[in-house]
T-cell receptor, first 113, second 116 residues
Framework: AQSVAQPEDQVNVAEGNPLTVKCTYS??????LFWYVQYPNRGLQFLLK??????LVKGSYGFEAEFNKSQTSFHLKKPSALVSDSALYFC???????????FGTGTRLQVFP | GAGVSQSPRYKVAKRGQDVALRCDPI?????LFWYQQALGQGPEFLTY????????KSGLPSDRFFAERPEGSVSTLKIQRTQQEDSAVYLC??????????????FGPGTRLTVL
């Protein structure tokens, strides 16, 4: 079965510091990986996706993610965190046989001024 | 352009009532998905349409849940005889449906259902 894991329930970082939100995946075949962000009382906003090609994917709002096949990871990164980045972040993998997304449990990012 | 819209944004139902949740996808999007997000959890797949055809309903938790998309655009998720465990945020997403698994799903704001 395909799955993603987000090992950290919460990540705390000071404004201006780099941030990393971790995600590992378990799939058979090529993975199609996504990151979404959720603000309070809002739906999920798409940040970026990995399909194939360059292992460093750039997305919205200055976020990027690094695909690492040997470590089966797809960590979300940003060089300099903003207080406004504080939100809930979800990693997801596209199911190999259907088009549905399988989500992790989410990581709450708290950026302190 | 307009994104995915959902209505109502909030719904309170008494246990045993029927509810209907509406989703308006992005214009032209062929694929439409429903997900259920329990408090503190990630979204979980319920069902999937391609145009008006319901291709996958494996995530619907019981036969009290029913979804339709009769004209291939607006979709309605109906829950009959609501139970307290149905309390959750129901998210709708749509995608072009032309690129297969590389398509990006765009989500609406969700409907928060509370069953008393």
């Amino acid at each position: 079965a395909q799955s993603v894991a987000q090992p950290e329930d919460q990540v705390n970082v000071a404004e201006g510091n780099p941030l990393t939100v971790k995600c590992t995946y378990s799939v058979s075949g090529n993975p199609y990986l996504f990151w979404y962000v959720q603000y309070p009382n809002r739906g999920l906003q798409f940040l970026l996706k990995y399909i194939t090609g360059d292992n460093l994917v750039k997305g919205s709002y200055g976020f990027e993610a690094e695909f690492n096949k040997s470590q089966t990871s797809f960590h979300l990164k940003k060089p300099s965190a903003l207080v406004s980045d504080s939100a809930l972040y979800f990693c997801a993998v596209r199911d190999r046989y259907t088009d549905k997304l399988i989500f992790g449990t989410g990581t709450r990012l708290q950026v302190f001024p | 352009g307009a994104g995915v819209s959902q209505s109502p944004r909030y719904k309170v139902a008494k246990r045993g009532q029927d509810v209907a949740l509406r989703c308006d996808p992005i214009s032209g999007h062929v694929s439409l998905f429903w997900y259920q997000q329990a408090l503190g959890q990630g979204p979980e797949f319920l069902t999937y349409f391609q145009n008006e055809a319901q291709l996958d309903k494996s995530g619907l938790p019981s036969d009290r849940f029913f979804a339709e998309r009769p004209e291939g655009s607006v979709s309605t998720l109906k829950i009959q005889r609501t139970q307290q465990e149905d309390s959750a945020v129901y998210l709708c997403a749509s995608s072009w449906g032309l690129a297969g698994p590389t398509d990006t799903q765009y989500f609406g704001p969700g409907t928060r259902l509370t069953v008393l």
